[in-house]
């Protein structure tokens, strides 16, 4: 399979590979989790009084690896970009620029040495959360950047391997390469690493883009892989031998199904909350994760997240419920034992999943049972993960899809991300996905009012009303959040992520401590790894260390192994 490396500069690249280097070179603002914003390059960030005015506060300690201290020029360059309408299309916040009172250049300055403004022209609460989270293209070193790029030309596909102020940085790949070599930040990084200046304790890090067949489960057993991202099936066999450890924490990525929401029966509340009361999402994580998920909510955002309205609905497994929501909409039980229209007509709606994708497959198979249990004929259809889009512009199935549900809770509640990203191009394009008029109308109403707000507690209680919204008239019927599962020897690698634990964050964030902490043990000197095209293969290796006799003379090879998510979680950058 061919390798996905298409570019190594952050506003180009459209594949997930590059990602996993460019996290640990360009740090993100901030990474949102379910357990809330985990900052990263910027440690902080408020509004003036009047909401007119945000401030975002750099994260202290971290210096370019070209020794170049990172001040706010670098974090009000990168935000003027992002706020800019380049030709090659980098300008990612280019929807709200006429938020800004002036220009970007105008309106985004240095407020000090650590901190940069953006001066809008009236209030806008939920800036700073989408400024602050999920910044990307993220932190740019402007004494660089500032010299390569205009408004007209895109940097080089490898620029972004000049510098970075992560733990590690990408040196001189050039495309066709068959390996990416990355060197540790030699002037240390606030994203942990050794006590010696919070150095990375690898002394270089070479990925081998090399397709693989062979299942990274039993590359872990057989001693040939030291670490990988594992799925839920595989996770049993491997704690049989006691050497592996799996590590396991809760995504933002959340599986949900999708419908056309304004054709007949999808446009009708009961059909959707029949729909809901059907499926048992329960016994989805148990047995399509094998445990390792979280049960979705009807707000659209993790029950633990700050601001969850816990009054919203919970459509609990309910199948009395739903046949009686059916019943309500006139549909007629058939003699087959299924519903049809009230005309007669067979009704008989079809359910994608991407094809790719295992325990997705699982959950649509368990999904269809438990409809056709209450009487809807459901049809489980696989397809192409690529090909999902053309099953929308079709107006007529309902569909799995991923959304990275990561954001604040401001940000997700308001640009509609409860809904399918084919939404302003599929067949209802322009038509809101509550499909009831007066519905829409409520919703954009209190969105207004939520964005103008300058009262933290106007602005909780904003949000908490559009989740009752959201709960009770079902844009999309949620699922399940699935778990990241790392396996790893623990003979062959220590040190996995500190604080947060997680190995990846939401929208193929690569933990920036994964690569800083991870060490061998101490008769280690070589750490080496390799990748599939939809996953990165890295070879890390220490400085010398005497090998012990356990391991005679020779040189201990451990492969480590990061997997992208085939089905790439969407993120959003600006509102659709």
Known sequence: MPNCFDSMTQFTTTCSDPWYFLQTMFPDAGVPTVNGIVHVAVEDYYSSPNGTIWYFQLRPGMTWSDGVPVNSTD???????????????????????SLLNGTPQQAVKNYNSTATEVILKAPFSILGDIIGT???PNLVPADVWEHWINATTAPGNFFGTLTGA??????????????????????????????????????????????????????????QVGAASVAPSDVAGLLNDANIKVEATPSTGLWYIEFPSTHYPYNMTDFRQAMADAINTQSLVQNALAGYGTVANAAFIPSNSPGFNSSVPSYSYNVNASQQLLQNMGLKMGSNGYYTFP?????????????????????????VQDLQAVGIDAQLRTIAGASMSTVWYQGSNMYFEEQNFGYPN?????????????????????????????VGAEYNSTVAALEASTSPAQVQSLEQKIQ??????????????????????????????????SFELPGLVF????????????????VTTSSTPASSTSSTTSSSVSLNA?????????????TAIAGMTTRRRSKP
């Open 75 to 97: 974090l009000t360059y990168t935000i003027q970009l992002m706020f800019s309408s380049f030709s090659w299309g980098a300008g990612n916040l280019a929807g709200y620029a």
């Open 343 to 367: 005309n007669g007509t067979a009704f008989s709606p079809n359910v994608y999943v991407p094809a790719e994708q295992t325990p997705i497959v699982l959950a649509g198979t368990l999904v």
């Open 468 to 501: 009752g919204i959201v709960a009770d008239y079902l844009p999309s019927i949620p699922l399940f959040y699935p778990d990241i599962i790392w396996a790893y020897n623990t003979q062959d690698v220590q040190g996995w992520p500190q604080s947060p634990s």
């Open 511 to 526: 933990n920036l401590t994964a690569l800083s902490t991870i060490h061998p043990p101490a008769a280690a000197t070589t």
């Open 134 to 136: 999920e910044d990307t």
């Open 166 to 223: 992560g733990p590690y940085y990408v040196s001189n790949f050039h495309e066709g390469d068959q390996q990416v070599v990355v060197l540790p930040n030699s002037y240390g990084t606030p994203f942990g690493g050794s006590s010696n200046g919070n150095k990375p304790y690898f002394s270089q890090i070479v990925t081998e883009l090399v397709p693989s067949s062979t299942s990274l489960a039993e590359l872990l057993l057989d001693g």
């Open 410 to 438: 401001s940000e997700l509640l308001t640009d509609q991300s409860f809904y399918s990203y084919f939404y302003s191009a599929g067949p209802q394009a322009g038509q809101h996905p509550f499909a009831n008029p007066t």
């Open 550 to 562: 356990a391991y005679g003379a020779g040189v201990l090879a451990v492969a480590v192994v990061i």
